[in-house]
């Protein structure tokens, strides 16, 4: 079945370290997308990509960090400089950047706690 | 710039009544509209979307949502809530004008009393 991966589902970092959130798609979609969750916030764009080697950010970019070397995948790194990282990350996918009325599809998500 | 704003953060309805969840958009062209539905600790799932198609648009697991441009509104019904359709739910809105970008509103939270 065809669909979003992220991994892994819950992670527990200490300040100060930096940590990676995979996210694999088997779509064949162009565009990709992170987004952050916090209670009674919505989701908050990250960061999101259109085609390979090129992506740009979101509305909170501040403290992460991405790379799309492959169609398939597109990776979130959340530095250090992140001040309250602390949340549930989703993924998502489109077909391509910009069409009308085309949703996105989102993967089941990735829950960082910093002790 | 393109809006959503959902009113209530948490609706609670009896198992069985009708389930009523508001959303206004805010949108200076023609918006694409959608409802996306949310379990706990898991990702968005598209309930709907509206495309500029039939203003009244039916979608998964019994909910449906009209499109009143003069209201600027798409709300999201279901005639009789069951259990299982406690979760989180998001409206969002894309338009040209923002590249054809979601925007989501900050969700509402649907509580079914037994």
């Known amino acids: 079945d065809g669909g979003i991966t992220q991994s892994p589902k819950y992670l527990f970092r200490k300040e100060g370290q930096n940590v990676t959130l995979s996210c694999e798609q088997n779509?064949?979609?162009?565009?990709m997308y992170w987004y952050r969750q916090d209670p009674g916030q919505g989701l908050r764009l990250i960061y999101y990509?259109?085609?390979?080697?090129?992506?740009q950010k979101g509305d909170i970019a501040e403290g992460y960090s991405v790379s799309r070397e492959k169609k398939e995948s597109f990776p979130l790194t959340v530095t250090s400089a992140q001040k309250n990282p602390t949340a549930f990350y989703l993924c998502?996918?489109?077909?391509?950047?910009?069409?009308?009325?085309?949703?996105?599809?989102f993967g089941e998500g990735s829950r960082l706690t910093v002790l | 710039a393109q809006s959503v704003t959902q009113l209530g953060s948490h609706v609670s309805v009896s198992e069985g009544a009708l389930v009523l969840l508001r959303c206004n958009y805010s949108?200076?062209?023609?918006?694409?509209l959608f409802w996306y539905v949310q379990y706990p600790n898991q990702g968005l799932q598209l309930l709907l979307k509206?495309?500029?198609?039939?203003?009244l648009v039916k979608g998964i697991n019994g909910f449906e949502a009209e499109f009143k441009k003069s209201e600027t509104s798409f709300h999201l019904t279901k005639p009789s809530a069951h259990m299982s359709d406690a979760a989180e739910y998001f409206c969002a809105v894309s338009s040209f004008n923002a590249g054809n970008m979601l925007t989501f509103g900050g969700g509402t939270r649907l509580m079914v009393k037994p």
């Open positions: 779509l064949n979609h162009d565009a």
């Open positions: 949108s200076s062209v023609p918006p694409y």
């Open positions: 990509s259109q085609i390979v080697n090129d992506f």
């Open positions: 509206y495309t500029s198609a039939a203003t």
């Open positions: 998502a996918s489109s077909i391509y950047l910009g069409k009308k009325g085309g949703e996105l599809f």
